[in-house]
């Protein structure tokens, strides 16, 4: 039986599709051992985009994901997200240099990346610099859907990788967008142009299709594939283990994974869900007019999310197909960060406001002066570059010089010399005010052990002022009481 390796994706990528990074360090920290017996190959653990979100609302410090996260691993090997390039905005060099550098001093040391053009001159250039900074590489391959996006494209692209040696290349469906012929086609050819660099396999499942894909491509060839763990599988996540797995002893493969210690973690979670009203991931059916938005499942989540926060959340499906415009317009971007949140973010603002391009985000006329690069530039429709362009604003962002300060530059702006790196990040990625904020924030809520409910739940009942508990389940019965 041939082995197929399995890297688990539930507390990133699952969390971002699903839980829109609702999940927090008490809810992760009790299910960390049992992931960690279950024989991964490695495990999606932490990215920057946590740094705002947990100071902000969840009021939590996130280096504690990392401090705390990583003392209960010791058997798998634990990724990153991200590299040097990628992201929403310009940040400084020094400040993407330091969360790489802080990060694998916690001991992680693999990363996940992309280049959103799928740039492997860029990306090879990157991945050289993160090996320098203590960093593997496993290179995103994205798949899109458009007339530029050609067997040609990718067979050319597939090529460029194997030229940059990576770790590992991942061929990411970010989107959900890939039917079973078409995973085998490109598998196919993807796999005969890198040679002998290690193939990954990941996708969404957005349509539904994403169980039948992953299979479609172990079978030419794929030995390392990407699940979640319900409820944070399926829907805008990944396949859950439990399916594939069981399909791949079907179809005579082996895969390495230990099933059996992973439904402590399905519970955990799920009652997790249940009790803070969280998504469960559940199987979707396929829904033709996917394949023209083609918003990524991390995306679907926030969107849904933002729009509700602004009681607009009836304008979900309006907002979807103006994306399917915007995205032509622009010359058809692959829906991956940062271009499908520029997509998004204009196709929203075209749908509040009534009127196409009234208003651009920043981000938006700096893809129209190509500083996201001259491929989108070049390939916009000429008309919209052009009512984008012809506004004060893009005059000013046209003549703007972005700063590439010091660390020790930035370091004064954010408090001095004294403050340690993950301090530092903080309050540049959260805020001052909200970092000074936490220390009057109330204590982490901590949830109890996925495996060993009762054993934890007499120990946080010690804890408590109470001077007699009585427990009764069935036939089982339990009375604890203080002495006088």
């Not at 069981?246 to 439904?263: E, F, I, K, M």
Request: contains cysteine.
């Amino acid at each position: 039986m041939e082995e197929v390796r399995i890297v688990d994706t539930t507390l990133r990528d699952g969390d971002i599709s699903l839980w829109a990074y609702g999940m927090t360090t008490g809810m992760m920290l009790p299910a960390l051992r049992h992931l960690d017996e279950a024989g991964f190959d490695s495990m999606e653990f932490f990215l920057s985009l946590r740094f705002k979100k947990f100071v902000r609302e969840h009021k939590e410090d996130p280096w504690d994901w990392l401090r705390l996260g990583t003392k209960e691993i010791k058997n798998t090997r634990l990724r990153y997200h991200g590299g040097l390039h990628s992201g929403f905005e310009f940040i400084p060099e020094c400040i993407r240099r330091l969360v790489i550098q802080t990060v694998v001093k916690y001991g992680i040391d693999l990363t996940r990346t992309s280049n959103a053009w799928n740039n492997f001159e860029l990306l090879g250039k990157e991945a050289i610099e993160l090996k320098k900074l203590g960093m593997d590489t496993v290179m995103n391959l994205i798949y899109a859907i458009s007339p530029r996006h050609t067997d040609e494209y990718y067979v050319q692209k597939a090529r460029d990788a194997a030229s940059c040696k990576p770790y590992r290349v991942c061929f990411k469906d970010v989107g959900g967008m890939l039917t079973p012929e078409r995973a085998r086609t490109l598998v196919r050819l993807i796999k005969q142009n890198l040679g002998e660099i290690p193939l990954e396999f990941h996708a969404h499942c957005n349509n539904g299709l994403a169980p039948f894909n992953l299979l479609e491509a172990v079978k030419e060839g794929v030995r390392i594939v990407h699940t979640a763990i319900p409820p944070l599988a399926n829907g805008s996540s990944q396949p859950s283990v439990f399916n594939v797995a069981s399909n791949l002893r079907a179809l005579g493969y082996q895969p390495l994974v230990n099933t059996d210690v992973l439904l402590a973690v399905r519970d955990h979670f799920s009652r997790i869900a249940k009790e803070q009203g969280l998504p469960v991931g559940a199987p979707r059916e396929y829904d033709q007019a996917w394949y023209g938005h083609q918003v990524p499942g991390g995306m679907i989540s926030n969107l849904r999310h933002q729009l509700k926060v602004m009681g607009k959340e009836e304008k979900f499906e309006e907002v979807l197909e103006e994306i399917s415009q915007v995205r032509a317009e622009l010359g058809y971007p692959i829906m991956v960060t940062p271009f499908a949140q520029f997509v998004g973010s204009q196709a929203a603002i075209n749908v509040m406001v009534g009127e196409r391009y009234k208003e651009a985000t920043d981000q938006v006329i700096q893809y129209a002066l190509g500083l996201w690069g001259k491929e989108g530039s070049d390939a916009m429709d000429a008309a919209v570059k052009a009512k984008i362009l012809d506004r004060g604003r893009a005059r000013e962002i046209e003549k703007t010089v972005y700063p590439e300060p010091s660390l020790g530059e930035v370091r004064k702006q954010y408090g001095g010399a004294h403050l340690s790196d993950e301090e530092l990040l903080l309050r540049f990625y959260a805020g001052p005010e909200f970092v000074d904020a936490l220390k009057k924030a109330p204590p982490r809520k901590e949830y109890l052990d996925a495996r060993k409910p009762l054993v934890r739940l007499v120990e946080e009942l010690g804890k408590k002022k109470l001077g007699h508990v009585y427990i009764r389940k069935g036939e089982f019965s339990l009375t604890i009481q203080k002495d006088s």
